[in-house]
């Protein structure tokens, strides 16, 4: 029964599948596991934020190609789709792999006001950085009283 807690290689390879089982498990709910987390499968992360004259968006998306990422937008609906390799040795022992791998889609409401014919889309240092202006008659303006 314990002849294989001895074997400490075993023993590790015993508490990677328990790690595994447990990502399985409780890793796929709708919960972050820390407040500054974002569900598993969540990639890339994103900030989005608001001004008076539009919104901007920023995805983290570090070691990702920007030829490869896809913009489309479609009744306010901005779509970003691309894919991330991350080359993994096939001979090589991992104990965690937490960096996302693989294609990725991200899907984000935009609200009325924005202009879909003017926005932009700008990557540098890992970050790409959506911008979309607001309508004109959207912004808001001062009004003078006579």
Do not use: C, W
């Amino acid at each position: 029964m314990f002849g294989s807690l001895t074997n400490f290689e075993s023993l590790f390879e015993e508490f990677r599948r328990m790690e595994q089982q447990m990502d399985e498990l409780f890793g796929s709910g709708v919960q972050p596991p820390a407040i500054r987390s974002v569900a598993r499968g969540t990639y890339p992360p994103i900030n989005m934020g608001e001004t008076p004259d539009g919104v901007d968006l920023y995805l983290f998306a570090a070691g990702v190609d920007p030829k490869s990422v896809d913009l489309s937008i479609q009744q306010n609906v901005l779509t970003v789709t691309g894919e991330r390799p991350v080359a993994i040795k096939e001979d090589a022992t991992y104990y965690r792999q937490e960096r996302f791998n693989g294609a990725f889609r991200r899907v984000i409401a935009l609200p009325q006001d924005v202009d879909p014919n003017r926005i932009e889309a700008k990557y540098r240092d890992g970050v790409l950085h959506i911008r979309a202006p607001k309508r004109e008659a959207a912004k808001p303006r001062q009004i003078t009283v006579q």
